[in-house]
């Protein structure tokens, strides 16, 4: 039987799923990150940077700061390589450029 909090969490969407294996939760654990590895480098550490920057900043520097990310992702080569492999319907092969 679940905890309610665990209900609460997943009818909030704090939660996607719920794993009890460790084999499961590795294999989604590995599936998860290579979904992450897919995109692009670039933005991928935008993302992170901002993620760790709205702990230490209040909102209105936090969304400033995503704004300068934004405007450095889309300078990016990548974003070209994105933006092709969408409209041809494939895959994007990042560069990290």
Known sequence: MKH?????AIAMGLVEELLTDDAQADERA???AKKLAAHSPIAMQAVK???RA???MPLSA??????ELHVVCMQAKDRLEGIA???QKRSAEFKGQ
């Open 4 to 8: 309610v909090a665990v209900d609460a």
């Open 30 to 32: 590995y599936a998860y």
């Open 49 to 51: 940077a901002a993620v």
């Open 54 to 56: 709205a702990l230490e």
């Open 62 to 67: 936090g969304i400033r700061y995503e704004n």
């Open 85 to 87: 492999a969408f409209q």
